[in-house]
């Protein structure tokens, strides 16, 4: 069984910063990409960053320049650093990872149970 687990969220004042993690465990065979969502009260889920198997990563226009995606591969961890953080920012951060249990197994999409990040003016 594969869990996603993060952590790091929290209460920031405007300008702050903050580092969102998420680990992936379980039977793993392989993990393409890793990515953050995140969810603000009355929108839709909205893709922050992507980061590929290769390292490779793309952003939200809404968060270039001001956030950072990385990933650990020996610890099949994805994580977030989120700086200069905005009030608009605030939502429930989500991770997501699309990953095959095994060699003969399609990649499936696997979900974090996400973490508050609240950013006060």
């Known amino acids: 069984q594969v869990q996603l687990v993060e952590s790091g969220g929290g209460l920031v004042e405007a300008g702050g910063s903050l580092r969102l993690s998420c680990a992936a465990s379980?039977?793993?065979?392989?993990?393409?990409?890793m990515a953050w969502y995140r969810q603000a009260p009355g929108k839709q889920r909205e893709l922050v960053a992507i980061?590929?198997?290769?390292?490779?990563?793309n952003y939200a226009d809404s968060v270039k320049g001001r956030f950072t995606i990385s990933r650990d591969n020996t610890k099949n961890t994805v994580y977030l650093q989120m700086n200069s953080l905005k009030p608009d920012d605030t939502a429930v951060y989500s991770c997501?990872?699309?990953?095959?249990?095994?060699?003969?197994?399609?990649?499936?999409?696997?979900w974090g149970q996400g973490t508050q990040v609240t950013v006060s003016s």
């Open positions: 379980g039977r793993i065979f392989s993990i393409k990409h």
């Open positions: 980061i590929a198997q290769d390292g490779s990563t």
């Open positions: 997501n990872a699309l990953l095959s249990v095994s060699p003969l197994r399609n990649f499936d999409p696997f």
